[in-house]
């Protein structure tokens, strides 16, 4: 298993090991497509072994209704809680001890001053149904709350809610909604 891999399965279990990972991978959806995502990236694509995970990336995705790009950079500690309408764009970026949860986008805009995709710091919660669009920046330890419309740069320690984003600045922004996080 992939250290990458070890560290998302703990942010889901709680625990590692054999017996976790095969619990989660038979009976936790969102996880299931974890692991193959990152063993599509470790893989060649023209290894046999490289062409099973991405099929099987590939059918999960789709059946799970995740979009998150092979080319999408994420840190270790991914958590998908819930699976259904996620998308991430292939240019975004994504820090360590991430939490995204159902109906979330990540996307682009191809004009104006933050034309680009987002940069995710470390240890952000992305509330159910967000947007996040631009090549802004979420710093660290950032909260952003459900149906949250944010196309702003966001310093660590705040919490975002709203649609426009407004941004509150707290110290303890993620602290109860980060579980299980990784060093």
Request: positive net charge; proline residues 5%.
């Amino acid at each position: 298993m992939g250290s990458k891999l070890k560290y998302d399965l703990f942010r889901s279990a709680g625990r590692t090991g054999t017996k976790a990972f095969l619990s989660r991978l038979l009976f936790n959806y969102p996880f299931r497509f974890i692991a193959f995502f990152r063993l599509s990236q470790k893989y060649s694509k023209s290894s046999p072994l490289g062409m099973l995970y991405r099929l099987l990336y590939r059918r999960y995705g789709v059946k799970y209704g995740i979009q998150i790009p092979l080319s999408v950079q994420i840190g270790k500690g991914l958590l998908l809680p819930h699976f259904g309408g996620i998308v991430v764009n292939s240019q975004c970026r994504i820090g360590d001890n991430c939490t995204l949860l159902h109906n979330v986008t990540i996307g682009n805009t191809k004009r104006g001053e933050k034309k680009g995709a987002p940069s995710i710091g470390n240890r952000v919660y992305i509330g159910p149904g967000a947007v996040i669009v631009g090549g802004i920046v979420v710093g660290d330890n950032v909260l952003i709350a459900p149906n949250s419309y944010v196309n702003l740069d966001v310093p660590s320690n705040s919490v975002v809610v709203g649609n426009p984003a407004r941004v509150i600045a707290k110290e303890s922004a993620t602290e109860g909604y980060i579980t299980n996080p990784v060093i």
